[in-house]
Nanobody
Framework: LVQLAESGGGSVQAGESLRLTCTAS??????MTWFRQAPGKERAVVAA????????YYTGSVKGRFSVSLDNTKTTAWLQMNSLKPEDTAMYYC????????????????????WGQGTQVTVSS
């Protein structure tokens, strides 16, 4: 069992930065995936980190602006978001614990057992 909780969202102007935090309790994780969901849209992957290989992933629209990290205890993850744009406005979630059979589809929201409550990011122009 693991519980996740996001924090750090807020309302900012375009070009500013935010740092989101995801804290895991119950046990550590070896990967953390960030998703976002805007009104009327599907929940979509934003970034991910996997400690086994050290690999990170960023969706094309945020690459070069966002970065993801995980601490040495594997209980806290961060999503640093720079140069924010209005189109980044969404509810941001962290997710962990892929369901069996979803290893090759880690980017799918349906593959995760555990989610945080979400933190709202609003970017105005």
């Amino acid at each position: 069992l693991v519980q996740l909780a996001e924090s750090g969202g807020g309302s900012v102007q375009a070009g500013e930065s935010l740092r989101l935090t995801c804290t895991a309790s119950g046990h550590s994780v070896n990967s953390m995936t960030w998703f976002r969901q805007a009104p009327g849209k599907e929940r979509a992957v934003v970034a991910a980190i996997y400690t086994g290989s050290g690999n990170t992933y960023y969706t094309g629209s945020v690459k070069g602006r966002f970065s993801v990290s995980l601490d040495n205890t594997k209980t806290t993850a961060w999503l640093q978001m720079n140069s924010l744009k209005p189109e980044d406005t969404a509810m941001y979630y962290c997710a962990a614990d892929l369901k069996p059979g979803y290893g090759g589809k880690w980017f799918s929201a349906e593959g995760y057992n555990y989610w945080g409550q979400g933190t709202q990011v609003t970017v105005s122009s």
